[in-house]
């Protein structure tokens, strides 16, 4: 399978403890999305990343979360001191720079804190 | 920043009829414009996009419409077949490097 890969898929913790998640983009894509989706809602934006290089981040983002991608390829999300709130579905996202403007999305990592 | 409304938020239709989903935009820059369909447990997938500098644009039965006067556009499904029963999501971003903005999605049902 060559698309946007996801893992783990399914994330269970208890409040106050960290969690990180990582994302595969499809190889040559060197944009790399980060959403967050509640419940019966769309995708929220949380970051993004052109290379390494992370180019935006959202009010969402609060100081718990960091976002890596230190080789341009796979990108981690970690969320420290977990709260209940931060339940939801975490969506990674990846395009080419230069092409089509579609974001191909990954399965996404289902978080749910106790 | 951009914010996209879409309505309704839920629709049944028989199927064989046509299903209309509406969204507007707020910021006038926005200048790309996709469709999303998620089903159950699974990733969004893109169905259709539109660029600002088109106002129509069709793939078999889904076809999109854009009013970039009215910030109004729409996703329009003919001869609905069971298998379209999904959410859809419209959204729309400024540049294309940049993020999207969805809406809140439409749950779509086709009856039998």
């Not at chain 1, 419940?39 to 990343?49: A, C, H, K």
């Not at chain 2, 910021?27 to 106002?55: C, H, M, T």
Request: net charge positive; glycine share 8%.
């Amino acid at each position: 399978d060559t698309g946007v890969s996801q893992d783990p898929r399914h994330k269970i913790t208890k409040r106050g403890q960290n969690v990180t998640f990582r994302c595969d983009p499809i190889s040559e894509h060197n944009r790399l999305y980060w959403y967050r989706q509640t419940l019966g809602q769309g995708p929220e934006f949380l970051t993004y990343f052109q290379n390494e290089a992370q180019l935006e981040k959202s009010r969402l983002l609060s100081d718990r979360f960091s976002a890596e991608r230190p080789k341009g390829s796979f990108s981690t999300l970690e969320i420290q001191r977990t709260e209940q709130g931060d339940s939801a579905m975490y969506l990674c996202a990846s395009r080419r720079q230069a092409g089509g403007y579609e974001q191909y999305f990954g399965p996404g990592t289902r978080l749910t804190v106790t | 920043g951009e914010n996209v409304e879409q309505h309704p938020s839920t629709l049944s239709v028989q199927e064989g009829d046509s299903a209309v989903i509406k969204c507007t935009y707020s910021d006038s820059a926005s200048n790309y414009f996709p469709w999303y369909k998620q089903e159950l447990g699974k990733r969004p997938q893109l169905i259709i996009d539109i660029r600002s500098n088109v106002g129509e644009k069709k793939d078999q039965r889904i076809a999109v419409t854009l009013n970039k006067t009215a910030k109004h556009f729409s996703l329009h499904i003919t001869e609905t077949q069971p298998e379209d029963s999904a959410v859809y999501f419209c959204a729309a971003s400024i540049r294309r490097d940049d993020k999207i903005i969805f809406g809140k999605g439409t749950r779509l049902h086709i009856l039998p």
